[in-house]
C-alpha cells in the first residue's frame, strides 16, 4: 500500500523554523520526483519544492528561495522541508506529492500520490 505521511506541523511566530516531514511508505522515494506543496484557504494548491534524486535536482518557488531547503533521506524514505525566517504568507496547510516524471514541477497534475496534510501556521 501507497502511503505518504507528513508531520513537523504547527504554529510558530514570523521569523521562525519549521521542519516538515514526508515519510513515504509502499515506493522508494528516489525512484519518483517528491514535491512540498501548500494550500492555503480559498487558494489553488501550490508548488513550493521538489527534489529529483534521478536528476539530481532542486526547485523552488520563488517566494521560497533562500528560506526553504528540499532534502531526502534514502535510508528512512523520507523527504525534509526545512523551513526558515517564516512569514504569515506562509500560512497554509502543506502537503507532498510524488510524481513518477518530472516535467514541470510545480503542476499538480503530475503527481499520483499525496499526504493528508499538516498545517503551518505562522503568526504575526
Known amino acids: 500500500e501507497v502511503q505518504f505521511v507528513e508531520s513537523g506541523g504547527g504554529l510558530v511566530q514570523t521569523g521562525g523554523s519549521l521542519r516538515l516531514s514526508c515519510a513515504a511508505s509502499?515506493?522508494?522515494?528516489?525512484?519518483?520526483?517528491i514535491g512540498w506543496f501548500r494550500q492555503a484557504p480559498g487558494k489553488e494548491r501550490e508548488g513550493v519544492s521538489c527534489i529529483s534524486r534521478s536528476r539530481g535536482s532542486t526547485y523552488y518557488a520563488d517566494s521560497v528561495k533562500g528560506r526553504f531547503t528540499i532534502s531526502s533521506d534514502n535510508g528512512k524514505n523520507t523527504v525534509y522541508l526545512r523551513m526558515n525566517s517564516l512569514k504569515p504568507e506562509d500560512t497554509a496547510v502543506y502537503y507532498c506529492?510524488?510524481?513518477?516524471?518530472?516535467?514541470?514541477?510545480?503542476?499538480?497534475?503530475?503527481?499520483?500520490?499525496w499526504g493528508q496534510g499538516t498545517q503551518v501556521t505562522v503568526s504575526s
Open positions: 506529492g510524488a510524481a513518477p516524471i518530472i516535467g514541470r514541477w510545480a503542476d499538480v497534475n503530475n503527481y499520483v500520490y
Open positions: 509502499g515506493f522508494t522515494v528516489d525512484t519518483y520526483a
